[in-house]
């Protein structure tokens, strides 16, 4: 039982996450889409670098980065997805991007690092996969999931790039479902903590997965058996249920929605910038958005990030 000394700040405390989470709502949204591009989606974001994909009128889908500082626009494509091929950049971290491509519309998916600095492109196959999806990076851990030699349902990977070793990750609960098999999406890494969601038997839950000490913790946005953890840094969590995103510290659940938007995806989160895309209701397709998580909760979810730090391994690839 806690002291009544302790019920002061307790209380100081609820009241600041209570007037920082109005102040949240009131943050900016910023639309970002690849001029003449039909389509754009941010997936991922650093500092003052993004990645995402585009899809033009006479192309298919295509990886970009992005970097705010210097307003440049870096066009990813895979070299082995070929002429009807498709690249998705998906994580960032350093100068190093992950996300996977195909060689054809009916073709298995594949995984790819991609070294910015040496320009260099590597395959990330989770071996005896039947497909593979790289979706997050941070440091030399890389997660995503797979499909197995059986070509049933999906499981989530822990690769780590410095020791060449691959982990599955199932989440525990998983339904089966009516191919026969389980789902588990590892969706974004940091430190030591991933983020993803899994299907159930009563919906589609979101996990964090403690790597060192090998335990899973549901986290699932109040009222809901849909919720979907795409993005993670420090305590902050962002993802989406039904047809609005939210941002979780740890504490409080924030409900983003981009104005008139019919569907608000979240997909990535660092520091006080989130991104990700919305549908409208007239559009003819998908539009990436920033969005900027304004003070006083900046200071706030910076030092949340900051209490739980960790030492995070250096990737280095030649």
């Excluded at 920033?290 to 910076?302: D, H, N, R, V």
Aim: hydrophobic share 30%; proline share 4%.
């Amino acid at each position: 039982m806690r002291s009544r000394t302790h019920l002061i700040p307790i209380v100081i405390c609820a009241a600041i996450m209570f007037s920082i989470t109005g102040n949240v709502r009131g943050g900016t949204w910023a639309d970002f889409n690849r001029p003449g591009a039909a389509l754009t989606r941010l997936y991922g974001v650093e500092g003052k670098n993004f990645v995402g994909c585009y899809i033009t009128a006479t192309e298919s889908s295509k990886g970009f980065l992005y970097n705010s500082q210097t307003d440049t626009l870096t066009t990813l494509k895979s070299p082995w997805s070929g002429y009807y091929g498709e690249t998705y950049a998906q994580g960032i971290s350093g100068n190093n991007i992950v996300g996977y491509y195909h060689t054809g519309i009916n073709n298995p998916n594949h995984g790819f690092l991609y070294n910015n600095a040496t320009k260099s492109w590597t395959n990330l196959n989770y071996p005896n996969s039947t497909g593979t999806w790289a979706m997050g990076i941070d440091g030399s851990w890389v997660v995503g999931n797979y499909v197995d030699a059986s070509g049933k349902g999906r499981h989530g990977f822990l690769y780590d790039v410095t020791n060449n070793t691959w982990a599955t990750l199932d989440a525990p609960g998983s339904a089966i479902t009516g191919d026969g098999g389980k789902y588990t999406y590892t969706m974004d890494v940091q430190r030591d903590i991933i983020v993803g969601h899994h299907i159930t038997y009563s919906g589609m839950q979101g996990f964090l997965y403690d790597i060192p000490n090998n335990t899973w913790t549901t986290l699932n946005a109040p009222g809901t058996n849909f919720t979907y953890l795409n993005g993670i840094d420090g305590d902050n969590i962002v993802g989406y249920y039904g047809n609005q995103s939210f941002l979780y510290d740890g504490t409080s659940w924030t409900i983003l929605t981009y104005p008139g938007a019919t569907y608000t995806y979240a997909n990535g989160i660092s520091g006080n910038t989130i991104v990700g895309y919305r549908y409208e209701p007239h559009g003819y397709g998908d539009y990436a958005f920033i969005y900027t998580i304004p003070e006083p909760a900046t200071l706030l979810l910076l030092g949340l990030g900051a209490v739980i730090a960790k030492r995070r391994k250096t990737l280095k690839i030649s």
